[in-house]
């Protein structure tokens, strides 16, 4: 039996010679120079060195960069239009048409008449008894009230004021023919027949005057007088606002006046005022009231004197002159006004630093 040495000897020697033989075809493979493909050459046209060299605009130097500050725009010639352009026509415009507002419809005047009056200067004690015409029904009312749609606003000594559910103020009268004087009186806007002006003087005639002003209370809200006050001391009597129309203008005041003399007295205190009314409530035919007023920081003196307007048979200078400079003075030829009324004609006068129609007219 052989020995297996002999089979591992043979194998080794098989192995070697194929790793020879593998030696020695991969050395020449490796020192073999593959074979370079041929290069191909592209002929290129040599171009001339003068058409390579591009001009630069140099405009943009001066255009947008303007280095040197030396640009100026060329001007371009504008070619003259031979015909214009048609000019569209306007809108056609449209009138606005003003919305209507609703109709004012007045209600049917209250079945209410007038069957007793206590009239007071504090309104919280005057009371009206009212008469329903239609129910024969007596109710007694004071200021705030209501009586069928209607609330009471004012009570005076002759009529009643009252306003209805859709702000319809009404005047219910106590006479009818005081309805009539009133409604004479507000269409009457002329003072002609109770001042005329000749300049700086003014002709006042007391009896017009008195029918159509009722008492000094009234006067004194168609003026809206106030008391006027200057560092904290009285100064004088100041006309408010009033309409056109107003007897103030007549009488030659504007709104800003501050009548500072009357007689040559200044009315600061009531005292004072209710001695100067006293004063021409007693004056006749022919006094001159002298009154001084501050307009502007300016003195302006308007003299008035009592005339007989309606009476052209007399004439200013037949007239006896009583020239009124100071209430010492000045005579009183009249009887003094009633205790009642006079005591009105105070409470009016206290009531010159803010509304003045509380008293009774």
Request: aromatic share 10%.
């Given at each position: 039996m052989r020995s297996p040495l002999w089979i591992v000897t043979s194998i080794l020697g098989a192995i070697l010679m194929a790793l020879v033989i593998f030696m020695v075809v991969s050395m020449r493979t490796l020192f073999v120079r593959p074979k370079t493909a041929p290069i191909k050459v592209r002929a290129v046209a040599v171009a001339d060195k003068k058409e390579e060299a591009i001009p630069q605009n140099l405009n943009l130097i001066y255009e947008e960069h303007d280095l040197f500050g030396t640009y100026r725009e060329a001007i371009t010639p504008v070619t003259p239009v031979d015909t214009l352009p048609t000019i569209p026509m306007p809108p056609i415009t449209i009138p606005v048409q003003p919305s209507k507002g609703p109709s004012i419809q007045f209600l049917p005047p209250l079945p209410l008449k007038i069957t007793g009056i206590i009239a007071s200067n504090n309104e919280a004690k005057s009371q009206v008894s009212l008469l329903n015409t239609s129910s024969l029904k007596t109710e007694s009312l004071r200021i705030g009230d209501k009586i069928l749609d209607a609330y009471i606003l004012?009570?005076?000594?002759r009529k009643v004021i009252v306003i209805r559910s859709n702000g319809q103020q009404e005047t219910i009268y106590m006479y009818p023919e005081e309805a009539k004087i009133d409604t004479t009186r507000m269409q009457d806007t002329s003072w002609i027949d109770v001042v005329q002006r000749q300049g700086e003087l003014f002709l006042v005639n007391p009896i017009a005057f008195g029918s159509r002003v009722h008492s000094l209370a009234e006067f004194i809200e168609m003026l809206d007088l106030t008391t006027a006050s200057k560092h904290g001391e009285p100064l004088?009597?100041?006309?408010?606002?009033?309409?056109?129309?107003?007897?103030?203008?007549?009488?030659?005041?504007?709104?800003?006046?501050?009548?500072?003399?009357?007689?040559?007295e200044a009315p600061t205190s009531t005292k004072t005022r209710m001695n100067i009314f006293n004063v021409i409530a007693s004056l006749d035919l022919g006094a001159k009231i002298p009154v001084e007023i501050i307009r502007n920081n300016r003195t302006v003196v308007h003299t008035y004197?009592?005339?007989?307007?309606?009476?052209?048979?007399v004439t200013l200078e037949e007239l006896p002159s009583t020239p009124a400079t100071s209430i010492t003075r000045t005579t009183t030829k009249r009887t003094a006004p009633p205790?009642?009324?006079?005591?009105?004609?105070?409470?009016?006068?206290?009531?010159?630093?803010?509304?003045?129609?509380?008293g009774i007219l």
């Open positions: 004012r009570i005076f000594p004088g009597i100041r006309v408010g606002k009033m309409a056109q129309t107003s007897l103030g203008y007549a009488l030659g005041f504007i709104p800003g006046d501050i009548i500072v003399k009357i007689f040559d004197t009592l005339f007989n307007l309606a009476d052209p048979s205790i009642d009324r006079r005591k009105n004609e105070l409470d009016a006068m206290r009531m010159f630093g803010g509304r003045p129609d509380k």
